[in-house]
């Protein structure tokens, strides 16, 4: 298979603030990818550095092979939906999607004037005056419709309703299937996506602190609750994500149990459970940095 | 789908029970990869993954084209499987609930004989 993106040593700086430090990592053809972190941790700036709406400290970039920077043959086959797309002040709905089949080589107006209906999206009004929602729908329908070769959808779904996000799942997960491409989505909301998701890179403070398979994840960690004494003595020299005591009763969050290890957990009276993948990342992401301490 | 195991055992556990319930007779044809991912909604690559792991064991086989049937012997085999388990699976978590609640041996085999009995 093919590299879509390969990233090496990616940098970006906004003074001494590196939104983006030393991240590294490729995306083979095909798929749909999650891009999951807190607010601020880096997603949108990568997917930036990605499509070169920004440019990198240090570090390089190959989409397609090339560099996308100014490149157009590379960018014609990337689609990329922000969250706080800006539009000029007199564009309607109907000027977004009319743009989008100019530029978008494999641009379905067909599919797009369905998802219009779908979404009830408004073509009628500047989108400047449009809700969240209905900007997003609009953002939607163009990171769908556009079917570019690769797919980066920021928080692509901010102010919709439940109804509305579970339509665009189901969609997503459809229009993959009859059209395969390379999808990179970024989200917080891990639980609603995570089964959608083949791959999931998780970026903290700038870092790729994951990079797996989303079906390796599930299952990979394992909380366990017992007498204090007990988890205490299982849990030495594993590998401990979090933990917190009641009473005599403690609960450890463990990386890496095999089938014997939950076994020789069950024996030793502890009552194990799976963690989500939304838990997982939330365990690895939410520990308080030196910063927010300070 | 439960969010702390593996989707793709998930999905293979699925066709197994349906198999093992009847509803997927032996040579009948399973549900294509795109049907299930949009059935369960989860990503299609998963769903392969979980079908795979069935033709694998042998208990699903493809026709290049055609798509996915359930193998011949794959009831019964799977009915043998679930049963050498049963004991580690259910049995094992019964006694120790049993223990920790003060029920001695003789007290759960009449609720499990009356159980069976209904």
Known sequence: MNAVVEVAGLTKKYGAVRAVDDVTFSLEEGGIHGLLGRNGAGKTTLMSLLTAQEFATAGDIRVFGESPVENASVLGRVCFIKESQVYPDAFKGKHVLRSAAWFFPHWDGDYAAKLVELFNAPLDRPMKKLSRGQRSAIGVIVGLASRAELTFLDEPYAGLDAVARRRFYDELLADYTEHPRTIVLSTHLIDEAADLLERVLVIHEGKLVMDADADELRGSVTTLVGRASDVESFAAGRDVLDRSTIGGIASVTIAGLNDNDKAAAASAGLEASSVSLQDLIVRRTGAISEGEAA | ?118
């Open chain 2, 1 to 118: 789908m439960d969010e702390g195991r593996p989707i793709f055992i998930q999905v293979a556990e699925n066709l197994e029970s349906q198999i093992l319930a009847g509803d997927l007779p032996e040579g009948a044809q399973v549900p294509s990869i795109n049907e299930l991912a949009a059935f369960l909604r989860i990503n299609p690559a998963t769903a392969l993954k979980g079908v795979n792991l069935l033709v694998d064991q042998g208990t699903l086989f493809k026709r290049r084209g055609i798509g996915m049937f359930v193998a011949e012997g794959a009831h019964d085999r799977l009915m043998a499987e679930r049963r050498s388990e049963f004991s580690q699976s259910h049995v094992a978590p019964l006694v120790q609930q049993a223990r920790s609640l003060g029920l001695t041996a003789q007290e759960v085999q009449t609720m499990i004989s009356k159980e069976m009995e209904k």
